[in-house]
């Protein structure tokens, strides 16, 4: 990496201000031979630290943090602070913006977003383990490998115990089965809370009754 940075001459002017004092809220240091960036905002004590990403290795970042499963394509706004955590080079935002923009998948899967978003809903306090857990699907999302296309997750409202199930399908059927391949490991909770609407849960539970 450091290599890369010292021979990359869009990086230069960052190089050139290492040592110097700091330009508004933003200096420069090397460490371990790496260049990075630090961002300090006006009165607040926390440093956001990076590392300065040679142009060759910048379309390898940008593909990890917007095309990676974990990511999801994500749109420009989310992407972006994925990249700005760990990352950062001179012009990264307009570099963000064009990929989000060029995106193949992008283009061509269909937005999905509601007219009007859902009420807020109150929550109860739940301590009991497993005494009612969240259901949700997550995808569709890039193919996997071995042709998984969605995630069924499922989180214990006492103790936030997390479970995640690559599915290739969402029929209920398909969920159904993996519900209860869950269930049969880790118990059945008392209640199942899903935001997926009551005719899914309906034809899941009528799939329910066929095990």
Not at 54 to 68: G, M, T
Not at 146 to 167: F, H, K, M, Q
Not at 171 to 176: E, Q
Request: with cysteine.
């Amino acid at each position: 990496m450091g290599s890369r940075q010292k021979v990359d001459p869009t990086l230069k002017d960052w190089f050139n201000r290492v040592g110097v004092p700091p330009v508004g809220e933003v200096y420069f240091t090397i460490t371990e031979g790496r260049l990075l960036r630090h961002y300090q905002r006006a009165g607040s004590d926390i440093i956001n630290t990076t590392i300065a990403v040679p142009e060759s290795l910048r379309h390898l970042v940008l593909q990890c943090a917007h095309d990676n499963c974990l990511s999801g394509h994500s749109g420009f706004k989310i992407t972006l602070s994925n990249v700005q955590a760990y990352f950062s080079w001179p012009g990264l935002s307009n570099d963000v913006c064009c990929y989000s923009r060029s995106c193949h998948v992008c283009q061509v899967r269909p937005r999905v977003c509601s007219d009007r978003p859902a009420p807020f809903q109150p929550v109860t306090l739940v301590e009991i383990p497993f005494k009612r857990v969240i259901i949700d699907i997550v995808g569709p999302l890039p193919v996997s490998q071995n042709r998984y296309e969605y995630i069924l997750t499922l989180v214990d409202l006492s103790t936030r115990w997390a479970e995640g199930v690559p599915l290739r399908h969402i029929t209920a059927k398909d969920v159904a089965q993996s519900l209860f391949d869950l269930f049969c490991r880790l118990g059945f909770p008392c209640e199942i809370q899903s935001d997926r609407g009551q005719q899914f849960m309906s034809q899941i539970l009528r799939e329910f009754s066929t095990h």
